[in-house]
């Protein structure tokens, strides 16, 4: 069983074949530069995971949702450039098992080969700084909790929600609404409750459910929060 490199980019692949080829002791099985050619070789190579950008070219996110429905035992290990909290979960929630940046340290990348190996999770200190700035525990992140009841929301609320999802703070809501930090807290506080959730991690996995937020419109777009 081994891994494939799923990037549209030679020089990336070249890279990840090195690093992988030194310091890890799992073979590379194939190699792909877009979607179609990574079903044809999953359903090709005993494959145990892939390392993927699914914001280069020739790929997307859902690429992750059809690998899992043709082998649910294929472990995912995402590195891409900075992505907002949104992505992040989003990604999670279709099959992603760890995350790395591609300008992390080559020994984060090697222990994400390595943890997701063994059957554990993995993120690089920069992609969880960004979860930790979103106020998103990965450990919370359950996207069946949600039932089919109607939620009434105001106007506002469904404002905000957007913005919570797209990994605005308080203050930068406030901000953008005109509201006080007060209001904001307070809106959140009703929304929370409406929902059933305990954290920004609820609100967020609702916007992607309901989508309120849709993960295309971020995944080429440039990081405009710092």
Partial sequence: MGIILADSNDLVRAGLRSIIATQTQMPIVGEVTNNNELLEQIQAFETSIILIDFTSEGFDIDIISKVQNINASIRFIAITP??????????????????????????????????????????????????HKAEIDVNDLDFDSFTCEAVILSERENEIIKLVAEGNTNSKIAELLFLSNHTVNTHRKNIMSKLGVKNTAGIVMYAVKMNIVSPNRFLFAPNNNG
């Avoid at 190996?117 to 200190?125: A, S």
């Fill in 82 to 131: 900075e992505q907002n909290a949104q992505i992040l979960v989003d990604a999670l929630r279709l099959g992603v098992n760890s995350y790395v940046k591609k300008d992390c340290d080559l020994a984060e990348i090697v222990n994400a080969v390595i943890e997701t190996k063994r059957g554990n999770k993995f993120f690089c200190g920069q992609i969880l700084e960004t979860i």
